[in-house]
C-alpha cells in the first residue's frame, strides 16, 4: 500500500517531544480511541498500547471496549483488516503507516488462489473435498474466499485446533499462504509432511505437482513464508546448545519443520512470552523469532539469559515501518476531527470474511 510522505512538521522531531506529543494526543482523545500494539513493534510504540498481543489476541482484543469509536492499530495491513472485519460498523481503523504490509501475506492473492482451487477442482473432480484454510497473515479477500468455501482462518496459537476442525469438514486442506506453519501444524496432528503433503506452487503448473500427488495428499501446503523465520536454523541451535548447556530453544511455528523439530518449544508469540515468563530465574532461552519481542524479554527479565538465535538481527523490517512519528501524526489529526489511513475492508469481502474469522473464533475458543 502507498504511505503518503510525512509532513516536514513530523520529520524532525526529538524522540522526548514525539513520545510527550503522543501522551498529550492520547489524553486528549480519551477512551474512544484504543491503540493496539503486536509484540512486535519496537519499544517505543509498545508504550502507548492499551493492549498488546498476538495476532489471536488481538483480533479479540480489538472488541474489548463498546465505548471506543476508532482503533489505532500498530502491526502489519492484514491485523488492521481483520480488526476492521470484527468490529461494528461505526468503528474506524487505523494503520499508522499504510507501508507495514507482511511480505508473507503478499506471496498468496486471490487470483492465485482461485485459479489453484479451479485446478483441484479438475483434478479432484466433483467429489473434491478440500477445505480451505488460511493463516490470518492473509489479505482479507483471501479470508473470504475461505469463508465462502466452507473453510476458516487461523492463528499460530491455534491453527492446531482449526486444521482438526478442517480436518473433519473435509478430506483435504489447502493452507496459505505459509507453508511452514502448514506443514509444522500437519505433523503435530500425526501427518507424515514426505508423503502426505505436497507444496503448491503459484507459480507452476498444477502448482508443481502431478495429478497423482495430488489426489493422493492430505494436506496441500502454499508455497509462502516468513523472511524473518526463514532464517532460523538447525547451525544455530546446535551453537546455542554448544555454548550455553542446558539451555532452551523456544522457537515460532513460522520457523521450518527441522528447527521445530529440533527445538524444546514452540508456539505464537504469545506464548513465547508466556513459556519464558513462567520459567525459572537463572534459566537460559534462545528464542527463534523477532528481534524486537527478544530484546523487549531479555530487559524486561534480567535475571535469565535470554537471546536471539540468530546472532545478526532480524527485526520484521515492515512492522519496524510503524515509527513514532507516525502514530503521532495519526492522533494529532484525529485530536484535529481528521481521519487519516483508515483501513476499510469492502462490504462485499467484509461479509464473507468475517464468516471466516467468526468460525475461527467459535472453532478455536
Ligand atoms: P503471532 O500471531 O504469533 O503474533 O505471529 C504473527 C506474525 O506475524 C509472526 O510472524
Ligand atoms: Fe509477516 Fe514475517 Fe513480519 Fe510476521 S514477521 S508480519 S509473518 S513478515
Redesign the pocket.
Known sequence: MYQVPLPPEYTDLSAEEIRSRIHAAKAALGSGTVILGHH?QRDEIIEHADHRGDSYKLAKDANLHPEAHTIVFCG?HFMAESADILTPDHVKVILPNLAAG????DMANIFQVRKCWQELQRVLGDAMSVVPVTYI?SAANLKGFVGENGGTVCTSTNAPTAVAWALTQGEKVLFFPDQHLGRNTGARLGYDPETEMVVWDPFKPLGGNTEEAIRSAKFILWKGH????KRFSLEQIAKARAEHPGINILVHP?CELEVVNAADFNGSTEYIIKTVESAEPGSKWAVGT?INLVNRLAKEMPDRLIFCLDPQICP?S??YRIHPSFLLWTLENLVNGVVVNQVVVPDKVKRFAKIALDRMLTVCA
Do not use: G
Not at 102 to 105: E, N, T
Open positions: 512486535y502489519v507482511c511480505s508473507m501475506a497473515n516468513c523472511s524473518v523465520h513460522e523477532e520484521c515492515t512492522m
